[in-house]
Nanobody, 119 residues
Framework: VQLVESGGGLVQAGGSLRLSCAAS????????MGWYRQAPGRERELVAV???????YYTDSVKGRFTISRDNAKNTLYLQMNSLKPEDTAMYYC??????????????WGQGTQVTVSS
């Protein structure tokens, strides 16, 4: 499975961005996809997860502002980010897991897309 992110960029605080993650290759067995982010000097943080059954997870700091979704026909995962804050600045990575719901780990990763929020 190959994952390619897009949609990052520079935006002012309060603005919005939509990240996309296009998946190619065999997606059979993928039971969850998600987004991580990592800011310079900080640990990687799990932002949002969408399971194949439709359940979602959001880290507390993005609840009510970010929405994860998927277009199965396009094999694309999205992260709609509204009301962006400077602290959302990070490299955002897409990930996919074969047995995420049991292992809690992702197996495939994209190369990342940079999001920068100016104050």
């Amino acid at each position: 499975v190959q994952l390619v992110e897009s949609g990052g960029g520079l935006v002012q605080a309060g603005g919005s961005l939509r990240l996309s993650c296009a998946a190619s290759g065999s997606s059979r067995g993928i039971d969850a996809m998600g987004w991580y982010r990592q800011a310079p000097g900080r640990e990687r943080e799990l932002v949002a997860v969408l399971s194949s059954g439709g359940s979602t997870y959001y880290t507390d700091s993005v609840k009510g502002r970010f929405t994860i979704s998927r277009d199965n026909a396009k094999n694309t995962l999205y992260l709609q980010m509204n009301s962006l804050k400077p602290e959302d600045t990070a490299m955002y990575y897409c990930a996919a897991g074969l047995r995420y719901e049991s292992s809690g780990e992702f197996d495939y990763w994209g190369q990342g897309t940079q999001v920068t929020v100016s104050s």
